[in-house]
Every structure is written in structure tokens, then in C-alpha cells.
């Protein structure tokens, strides 16, 4: 059974910085593309970045692009988002997920199979 665990949401003020980590199990965690993912309040889930099975290719959204940074360390299992210069926009809970097919990255949330529980991230103007 795979499992994600999110961490390191918080409250951040606007221009701030914060890490999310989301900590994988149940599978061969480098055989697998990894996503990040929020939903803000009354809007849908929308895609932020994702990771490939080694790391060599990634991919984000244009509303976060050159802000967010994502990254893996298939000897922890576990992805990271390192999120800068954030913008009360930005605020959401955030999700990190992973499909079952092996090695490519997607923007598509149906393409996602597994999903952690989210971590909130507030960002205060």
C-alpha cells in the first residue's frame, strides 16, 4: 500500500519561504514521477510541479515558475518543494501524489493515483 505523509506547511508572511517534504512508502520510490499539487477554498485542485522518476526533468505551473523549486532523494523517498517569495495567492493546502504507472511526470491530477493528506500553507499579506 502506498503512503504519503506532507509536512512543513505553516503561516509565512508575504515574501517568505517554507519547504514542504512529502515522505513516500509501500513501492520502489525511485521508479516513480512524484507531484505537487493545492486547492484553495472554493476553487479546484490545481497542478504546481512534478518531479520524473530520476529527478532530470521537471515541470510547473507558470503561476509558480522561478519561485518553486521541486526535487527528490530517492535514498529517503521522499520530495521536496521549496517554495520562495510567496504570495498570499499561494495560499491552499497542498498535496503531494504519485501515479502508478512507472517513470513519467504529469500536470494532469487524473493521472495521479495516490495522494497524501495535504498541508495547509497560509500566506498573510
Known amino acids: 500500500q502506498v503512503q504519503l505523509v506532507e509536512s512543513g506547511g505553516g503561516l509565512v508572511q508575504a515574501g517568505g519561504s517554507l519547504r514542504l517534504s512529502c515522505a513516500a512508502s509501500g513501492r520502489t520510490f525511485s521508479m516513480y514521477a512524484m507531484g505537487w499539487f493545492r486547492q484553495a477554498p472554493g476553487k479546484e485542485r490545481e497542478f504546481v510541479a512534478a518531479i520524473n522518476w530520476s529527478g532530470g526533468s521537471t515541470y510547473y505551473a507558470d503561476s509558480v515558475k522561478g519561485r518553486f523549486t521541486i526535487s527528490r532523494d530517492n535514498a529517503k523517498n521522499t520530495v521536496y518543494l521549496q517554495m520562495n517569495s510567496l504570495k498570499p495567492e499561494d495560499t491552499a493546502v497542498y498535496y503531494c501524489?504519485?501515479?502508478?504507472?512507472?517513470?513519467?511526470?504529469?500536470?494532469?491530477?487524473?493521472?495521479?493515483?495516490?495522494w497524501g493528506q495535504g498541508t495547509q500553507v497560509t500566506v498573510s499579506s
Open positions: 501524489a504519485t501515479p502508478r504507472a512507472q517513470f513519467s511526470a504529469y500536470r494532469d491530477h487524473k493521472r495521479y493515483d495516490y
